[in-house]
């Protein structure tokens, strides 16, 4: 157990709908980032927060969003789901802003859309 | 812009024999480098970092790596490997334009055979 915990671990739903992932960071870190891994693109950054405030912004979709809560747990919204949006969503988190610790990651959120 | 190149998407090796999986970079300035390693269906794992100092870093699991400025390079080398060290492997670089965010290669896939 990574300590960095994701929900759900495994999502199906329909073209157009919309959905939220779930993520809660290892205890004490302030950053939480969120990648999407397909089979095509590879593994690819989509945002970071640190401690609420968006900090860095990646190939993330306008249909897409994201926010970090006070308790610190971030979630991210996917909405007007496609077909090419089935991929797995990690979440990793890191103490602060740098990488010295590199990050560590959940065991990801499968979504399939159908 | 900074990339990293795995240069084998694929590594099948027998069991108790030596690997190294390559990885490049592209980048004028310091930058931090990772492996990461994921098993099937599970999140991704730190095996080791290079932040400075000795070029030569050892991680988890036997694994070891070596920082080569001139040639770019941080490749991955374990003396002995086990079926169980059968995963994707993923180079990763620090964002060298300010973002704490890392870049990831594509993977290599290291098949064990007995």
């Known amino acids: 157990d990574s300590g960095v915990t994701q929900t759900p671990k495994h999502l199906i739903t329909a073209t157009g709908q919309r959905v939220t992932l779930r993520c809660s960071p290892r205890?004490?870190?302030?950053?939480v980032y969120w990648y999407q891994q397909s089979l095509d693109q590879g593994l690819q950054f989509l945002i970071h927060?640190?401690?609420?405030?968006?900090?860095a912004k990646g190939n993330i979709l306008e249909r897409f969003s994201a926010q970090q809560f006070p308790d610190l747990h971030s979630e991210l919204n996917l909405s007007s789901l496609e077909l090419g949006d089935s991929a797995l969503y990690f979440c990793?988190?890191?103490?602060?802003?740098?990488?010295?610790?590199?990050?560590?990651f959940g065991s990801g959120t499968r979504l399939t859309v159908v | 812009a900074q990339s990293v190149t795995q240069l084998d998407s694929q590594v099948p090796v027998f069991e108790e024999a030596p690997v190294e999986l390559r990885c490049n970079y592209s980048?004028?300035?310091?930058?931090?480098l990772f492996w990461y390693v994921q098993y099937p269906n599970q999140g991704l794992q730190l095996l080791l970092k290079?932040?400075?100092?000795?070029?030569l870093v050892k991680g988890i699991n036997g694994f070891e790596a070596e920082f080569n400025k001139s040639q770019t390079s941080f490749h991955l080398r374990k003396p002995s490997v086990h079926i169980s060290d059968t995963a994707e492997y993923f180079c990763?670089?620090?964002?060298?334009?300010?973002?704490?965010?890392?870049?990831f290669g594509a993977g290599t896939r290291l098949a064990v055979h007995p």
């Open positions: 290079y932040l400075s100092g000795s070029t």
């Open positions: 980048s004028s300035v310091s930058v931090y």
């Open positions: 990793a988190s890191s103490p602060g802003v740098t990488l010295n610790y590199g990050y560590t």
């Open positions: 990763a670089v620090s964002d060298p334009g300010g973002y704490n965010k890392l870049i």
């Open positions: 205890s004490g870190d302030l950053s």
């Open positions: 927060y640190y401690n609420g405030e968006e900090r």
